[in-house]
């Protein structure tokens, strides 16, 4: 067995590892392939897996940049993509960006000045996600460069005459007054927002952010760049700062950025719970009954955790356990945009907070593990993105420890969840990292779970387990044949051997979810009956029939909009069988005259089958009533709701 790897390890046009850069990098770049269909996601040239790719590496290998010969081309490349009009391309590229900074070293400047006057513009992106990684990018190379600045506020300037989102523009620009810019020059910024042609239409954004950058670089420096201004330029200032009104918070010591709105603040807003958030916000979360007034509150937490500072971090620590108890609290509610920014807060409270969550690490999966199955795209992409913090910086021992868990979970789709948090940790963090046996001795009983999906996505992991092992597949072997002998099944070897052989890895998309390597499951993954017997797709028969075990329909629970309808399905049978029955308890059977009759009213026919059914029967009808497949479910016709409102009434 030891030799399926061998050709992937001789060979230099391997099949792409988590860690592989390919040498025609550049070539896959200036590829017009710009497709982002997520079926179109693995083909070889693909700029995202291209860009994933060379993230990957840059993450692992600080000195990759050093020993890239063709940066100036590179950077047209980068430059020319940030451009694309698909915003998924523009999200990843920003993203490559972001996390490859710091290995630029001495060339960060001259690079993000290269394009700087492209990534200035989706600081007003009409998504979200562009917004948010863009001011992440250029905080980012400030932090690196703060004397970078005079040249960001110039194209910043240069970039305001032909804006057509001004107020978004300067509502942005307050994410770059960081800590390390307080003895910056800000004069280029001043000098901009007091030209009347410029401001027109949003004059109090323009005063907000003049009135934070007073407090923020202090009285001194403030007064050295309005004595510059000439008379016409202090009128303006003076006019749109008259009503501003802001909270300083420290700015003069480093400790944080003014994050207040521009209104005079109470006594109550300055007070802080948890030591970072105003007692007034956690009283808007509190508000379970009023969903817009716990999203506010939810919006001004999400700015205060992003923005927190080194100093607030050692506040929010002692009270890290009431913290996490709060918004796993949040988290009940059934509100999606609630949940979703609760999840974003947790996400980056572990992004900001690092190694301070190893000690409170089991109640943190926990708190996430309330919507592990949510079929939500953006639910499981921020799930998916708060492990992978964990897993980066805490042991990803500890962190695959508390998962193990919910793999016994009943929902298979949380199992489902699960086992590709796994996979995708495995592809994004060093194999040094990890303890490949045992995650070996967990996986293998996930191929005999009961539902196609977790088996698939168990040999997508076995795929990235046996690549990790670098040939050595006999750990994999073993377990698999003592599984077998334990469980008395056969051709789960020779499943696992055909996977093997593949010699195919599953891909990490755009969003940060698992792309699986195997073709669309349908009943035989469109493949014909006699390919399906083949040695070479015992993988896919396994999946498939599991080795010929049965699995039972009522395994995950249902959802509330289906439960009706697989209630009617129970009903239906129930009675029938019921109606068996009957004449051999020695009840006397209906003549067959009135058959028809009684058949054609189904309400009456349900209250009398109703009443007829013994305590027990009752009892497994609603423990029945609790579980079910969704796919059952579906193919329940349409006369099975006409009995829906008779079934609430007799389920009462």
């Known amino acids: 067995m030891t030799s399926l790897f061998d050709a992937l390890s001789r060979t230099n046009d391997r099949l792409p590892s988590p860690n592989f850069l390919p040498e025609d990098f550049l070539e896959l770049l200036k590829s017009n392939d710009f497709d982002t269909k997520l079926t179109q996601m693995n083909k070889t040239n693909s700029n995202f897996q291209t860009l994933i790719r060379a993230a990957t590496v840059a993450k692992r290998e600080e000195d990759w940049f050093q020993k890239f010969q063709k940066k100036g081309e590179l950077f047209k490349c980068i430059d020319k ?58 905080s980012t190379f ?16 240069n970039f305001m005459p032909n804006c057509t989102s001004k107020p978004e523009l300067i509502t942005e620009l307050h994410a770059i007054l ?28 323009a005063g907000i952010l003049m009135k934070k950058l007073h407090y923020f670089i202090g009285n001194e420096s403030w007064q050295k760049i309005v004595s510059n201004l000439i008379p016409e330029k202090r009128e303006v200032l003076e006019r749109i700062t008259e009503n501003v009104q802001v909270e300083q918070t420290d700015s003069k010591t480093g400790n944080g950025v003014l994050r207040t709105s521009a209104k005079p603040q109470s006594g109550g807003e300055r007070r802080l719970r948890y030591g970072i958030i105003p007692s007034l916000v956690c009283a808007l979360i509190a508000e379970d009954s009023d969903a817009n007034q716990r999203i506010a509150g939810l919006e001004k937490m999400k700015q ?130 990890f303890n490949l046996p045992p995650l070996v001795n967990i996986i293998v009983p996930m191929f005999h779970d009961p539902k196609k999906r977790v088996r698939l996505a168990a040999f997508e992991q076995l795929s990235v387990l046996a690549y990790l092992l670098n040939g050595k597949t006999e750990i994999i072997m073993k377990a698999v044949r003592d599984f077998e002998q334990d469980q008395n099944t056969r051709g789960l070897a020779e499943a696992v051997t055909a996977r093997i052989r593949r010699q195919v890895l599953p891909r990490i998309r755009y969003d940060g979810l698992i792309e699986y390597s195997t073709p669309p499951m349908m009943d035989s993954f469109d493949l014909a009956e006699s390919e399906m017997s083949l040695p070479s797709n015992a993988d896919l028969a396994w999946i498939v029939s599991n080795g010929g075990v049965e699995p039972d329909p009522f395994e995950r629970t249902m959802s509330p909009i289906s439960l009706a309808g697989n209630l009617a399905s129970i009903r239906k049978n129930r009675m029938i069988q019921l109606g068996v029955e009957k004449p051999v308890v020695g009840m006397q059977q209906q003549p067959p005259a ?34 079910s497949d969704d796919s059952f479910v579906r193919r329940q016709g349409s006369e099975l709701n006409k009995n829906v409102f008779s079934i609430a009434i007799d389920f009462s």
């Open 81 to 138: 993509i940030v451009c694309d009009d698909r915003w998924e391309l523009q999200h990843q590229c920003i993203k490559f960006l972001v996390e490859a900074m710091p290995t630029f070293g001495s060339a960060t400047e001259y690079c993000m000045c290269y394009v700087m006057p492209n990534l200035i513009p989706k600081l007003v992106s009409n998504k979200v996600t562009v917004r948010k990684i863009t001011h992440q990018a250029i």
């Open 178 to 205: 960081i800590p390390e810019l307080m003895k910056g020059n800000w004069a280029s910024l001043v000098d901009n927002l007091t030209t009347t042609a410029n401001i027109q239409g949003c004059e109090e954004q």
């Open 594 to 627: 009135q058959q028809p009759s009684r058949i054609q009213n189904g309400v009456e026919k349900s209250h009398e089958t109703a009443e007829n059914t013994s305590p027990e029967v009752n009892q497994k009808v609603v423990m029945t009533r609790m579980k």
């Open 304 to 433: 205060v955790v992003d923005q927190i500072t080194a100093e607030e971090i050692a506040r929010l620590v002692p009270h890290l356990h009431s913290y996490l108890l709060m918004l796993s609290n949040v988290l009940e509610d059934l509100n999606f945009k609630v949940v979703v920014l609760a999840l974003d807060i947790v996400r980056a409270t572990a992004h900001h907070l690092k190694g301070h969550m190893e000690a409170h690490i089991q109640q943190f999966v926990n708190i996430v593990a309330k919507h592990f199955g949510n079929q939500k795209s953006v639910i499981k992409q921020i799930i998916m993105m708060t492990f992978m913090e964990l897993f980066q910086n805490i042991n990803p021992k500890t962190v695959g420890g508390c998962l193990r868990v919910y793999l016994e979970n009943k929902n298979s789709r949380v199992r489902e969840e699960v086992i590709n948090i796994y996979t995708a940790s495995l592809m994004t963090i060093s194999p040094s990292k």
């Open 142 to 157: 400030l932090r690196l460069k703060p004397e970078a600045l005079q040249s960001v506020l110039k194209m910043v300037a």
